[in-house]
């Protein structure tokens, strides 16, 4: 797998604030990344020195395997914490700028504006624009290029539900063309809608890492287990509510579509002339480390 | 800003004339300041002269002060020097475009002093040889040194202090403060304060009118620019590209 992101051992300090923690992960290509954490966990202030807006005081990061230039930036589009533009200048002056700066032509600005259908407004000064078009142009402005890497840091912060969900859709469709994505959030439904893989940040540390399915599953996890394993296996493939199921030594592991209860799968086994021996619901405890944390924060 | 800056400007230099003409018929004694004119707009004192109101230190060479101070802190205020460099300059790029805008500025006024002097010249000089003309046009060039050192001053104040208010504070403060430390300094110091190092490369002129009136009192007026003057100056410039690169490099966006 091809690495597009390292982060190794940084550190950041505000006064006696310290931001961020011997923080270390990797993004792999093609990764919806969520870097998830309560308010003030040094989300921004990771994103920030990766993206050479400030200065770590130790550790490092690379870029596609690369030394960090401003090579490197030009193919990543971002957008950190407020959207950021002249606001005296209109919609497309600033995408111009942005344009200039990447050495991309003109032509790329009338897509991105059709895709957050900011086209009509395009001639307005930012200033005059709802905060919901600022974000709207933020994502058009990171979108100029075709980036390799999209970063979001709280891409849906300050918007209404109906400008939630069209950012997230927009999210999950760039996603869904390969486009690697580093999302930002301190909602812990957005990751799990949106990402692949996670990382739980408290304080500027890493609380923990990995797939999104492994880390935060909030469905049902439950353990099975009969006198003939392999054919077990080769039954509860053969259901459709199944999204999930994994070996291990003498059980198995399955995870339940949404509103699939353990009455639903015995059934189905039964059914098949299957009877257990063994079946527990599993103790959601990342998920519910994850909630205690924000609450203890909140 | 520029336009206004380019409208005070003209309406000064063509002003001037028609003002001097007003005090004449008012004062009764119009050929005396007939002749006032011819000199004051004569080739080639005219460059110095011209370029000496221009760049005088509290005058309207700080709108253009104003205008790089407005233009590098708004990128503080509204944050957009951060957007740039996510999106690809790097922080020595950064510099080098405001300092580019500089130069752009520079060029401008410097040109409209030049054909301002130019006009000015052919409509009132009593010589209008070739010699003459270019007499004394190095003073432009000494002008255009002085506008950017200047600049540079201004751009480095504003990256430094990142406020516009508080920076036009800090600069009007430092016009109050240098000509004090001017006066309380060692006279071996005082020509090395930026500001009097950057006005030191076009003096008083010593326009022929003075010249005639003191005629007893032997004093050297300025007749060229002096590469000292301009060394320093220049030497300058470099400090305060210098010190602002330094800044920036290091500071947290
Ligand atoms: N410029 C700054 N000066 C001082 N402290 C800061 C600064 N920026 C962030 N912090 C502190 O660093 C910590 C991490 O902040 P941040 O990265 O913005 O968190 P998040 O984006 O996860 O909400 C917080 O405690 C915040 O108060
Ligand atoms: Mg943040």
Not at chain 1, 120 to 146: C, E, P, V
Not at chain 1, 236 to 256: A, G, M, R, S, W
């Amino acid at each position: 797998m091809e690495t597009v992101l390292s982060i190794k051992n940084l550190n950041k300090k505000y006064g006696k604030i310290h931001a961020v923690k011997n923080l270390s992960f990797n993004v792999e290509k093609g990764n919806v990344f969520g870097i998830l954490g309560p308010n003030g966990s040094g989300k921004t202030t990771t994103l920030s020195i990766i993206l050479d807006v400030i200065n770590a005081k130790s550790g490092s990061y690379s870029w596609f395997g690369q030394y960090p230039s401003k090579e490197s930036r030009k193919k990543i589009g971002a957008i950190l914490e407020h959207p950021i533009f002249y606001p005296y200048l209109t919609a497309v002056k600033n995408l111009e700028i942005i344009a200039d700066i990447k050495g991309i032509k003109y032509n790329d600005i009338e897509r991105v504006l059709h895709t957050v259908e900011l086209h009509d407004r395009r001639n307005s000064k930012f200033k005059t624009f709802s905060y919901g078009m600022k974000q709207r142009l933020a994502i058009a402005a990171a979108l100029i290029g075709k980036p390799e890497v999209l970063i979001f840091d709280e891409p849906t912060n300050g918007l209404d539900p109906k400008g939630i969900a069209e950012i997230r859709e927009l999210i999950i469709n760039i996603a869904a063309k390969g486009i690697t994505i580093i999302l930002a959030s301190h909602l812990l439904d957005e990751v799990q809608k949106t990402c692949s893989h996670v990382t739980v940040l408290k304080k500027g540390e890493k609380l923990f890492a990995g797939k999104v399915n492994d880390v935060l599953n909030i469905s049902d996890t439950i353990e099975i287990s009969s006198n003939n394993i392999d054919m077990l296996k080769l039954a509860v493939k053969e259901y459709d509510k199944v999204t999930d199921i994994k070996k291990e030594l003498d059980l198995l592991v399955v995870n339940l579509k949404e509103g699939t209860t353990t009455f639903d799968l015995n059934n189905f086994l039964v059914n098949k002339g299957i009877i257990l021996s063994h079946l527990t619901v599993r103790k959601k405890s990342l998920e519910q480390q994850f909630l205690g944390l924000l609450t203890e924060n909140e | 800003m520029i336009i206004f800056y380019t409208t005070l400007l003209a309406f000064m230099i063509f002003g001037i004339p028609g003002l001097i003409d007003y005090i004449a018929e008012k004062s009764g004694q119009p050929s005396k300041f007939r002749i006032f004119k011819a000199i004051v707009f004569n080739f080639p004192d005219i460059w110095q002269n011209i370029t000496f109101v221009a760049s005088t230190r509290y005058f309207i060479k700080v709108i253009l002060g104003i205008i790089v101070i407005i233009i590098i802190t708004n990128e503080f205020s509204f944050l957009t020097i951060r957007s740039n460099i996510i999106n690809g300059l790097n922080r020595r790029d950064f510099l080098f475009a405001k300092i580019e805008l500089i130069v752009l500025l520079t060029i401008f006024s410097t040109l409209i002093i030049f054909l301002s002097g130019l006009y000015l010249g052919f409509a009132h000089s009593t010589s209008k040889t070739i010699s003459d003309v270019f007499g004394k046009m190095i003073f432009i060039l000494g002008y255009f040194i002085e506008v950017f050192t200047f600049l540079l001053f201004c751009l480095l104040l504003g990256i430094l202090i990142k406020k516009t208010g508080i920076t036009f504070i800090v600069l009007f403060v430092y016009f109050i403060i240098e000509p004090i430390l001017d006066y309380k300094l060692n006279d071996s110091i005082t020509p090395y304060l930026p500001l009097k190092a950057m006005n030191h490369i076009i003096q008083t002129p010593n326009t022929s009118l003075i010249k005639i009136k003191s005629d007893g009192f032997n004093f050297d007026f300025q007749e060229a620019v002096s590469i000292a003057d301009v060394g320093i100056c220049l030497g300058y410039a470099a400090l305060f590209i210098f010190l602002s690169y330094v800044i920036l490099k290091k500071r947290d966006l």
